[in-house]
């Protein structure tokens, strides 16, 4: 954003729309061409994949983060597996704008998700994140996850051979 940065109190939370697909969809190509937080290697396109977010039922919500009316951040729920047994589980996704980092944005996001799946089918939240990334570790413990493991070499991308820590929060305990 240009300008002056809105204060963290100033971000609102609401449900995606399919206008908000654009910058969804730039916030997480960023990542996708430049970064590891996905290990997607295709960006997404605006009219293409838009079933990401069209196709999803109550019990997988996106939400993103608006500083004034620009998204600048989103977080979703989305099935584990498409196995039916895996129902109750859901995996959980932030991203935020590179501008908009460390505001606590993430932490909102994701509190809010936590919220939205203890009323849902959803009952075990997963989330995966590539290392070495402390500020999603720390957002995720925040929330009350807890890691389980870890996935040594499991990825490559930009050149580097990367790890993926595991982590999980039961809303059923």
Same mark, same amino acid.
């Given at each position: =954003?240009?300008?002056? =940065?809105?204060? &963290?109190?100033?971000?609102?939370?609401?449900?995606?729309?399919?206008?908000?697909?654009?910058? %969804?969809?730039?916030?997480?190509?960023?990542?996708?061409?430049?970064? %590891?937080?996905?290990?997607?290697?295709?960006?997404?396109?605006?009219?293409? @994949?838009?079933?990401?977010? !069209?196709?999803?039922?109550?019990?997988? &919500?996106?939400?993103?983060?608006?500083? $004034?009316?620009?998204? *600048?951040?989103?977080?979703?729920?989305? &099935?584990?597996?498409?196995?039916?047994?895996?129902? /109750?589980?859901? #995996?959980?996704?932030?991203?935020? @704008?590179?501008?908009?980092?460390?505001?606590?944005?993430?932490?909102?996001?994701?509190?809010?998700?936590?919220?939205?799946?203890?009323?849902?089918?959803? +009952?075990?939240?997963?989330?995966?994140?590539?290392?070495?990334? #402390?500020?999603?570790?720390?957002?995720?413990?925040?929330? $009350?996850?807890?890691?389980?493991? !870890?996935? /040594?070499? *499991?990825?490559? +991308?930009?050149?580097?051979?990367? @790890?993926?820590?595991?982590?999980?929060?039961?809303? @059923?305990?």
């Amino acid at each position: =954003m240009v300008g002056s =940065m809105p204060r &963290p109190d100033a971000i609102q939370l609401r449900d995606a729309t399919v206008a908000d697909l654009p910058r %969804i969809f730039a916030i997480y190509n960023e990542e996708v061409v430049h970064g %590891i937080a996905t290990f997607d290697i295709e960006p997404r396109v605006t009219g293409v @994949d838009d079933r990401w977010l !069209t196709g999803r039922d109550s019990a997988h &919500p996106v939400l993103v983060a608006l500083a $004034g009316d620009r998204v *600048c951040g989103w977080a979703s729920v989305g &099935p584990w597996s498409p196995r039916g047994a895996y129902r /109750r589980t859901g #995996e959980v996704s932030v991203y935020v @704008d590179a501008e908009m980092r460390g505001r606590g944005i993430g932490r909102r996001l994701l509190e809010s998700l936590v919220e939205r799946a203890r009323g849902s089918e959803v +009952k075990v939240l997963l989330a995966r994140v590539a290392l070495p990334n #402390e500020p999603s570790l720390r957002v995720h413990e925040a929330a $009350g996850f807890r890691s389980f493991g !870890t996935q /040594r070499r *499991c990825g490559e +991308k930009l050149g580097r051979v990367l @790890d993926v820590e595991l982590l999980d929060l039961h809303l @059923d305990d």
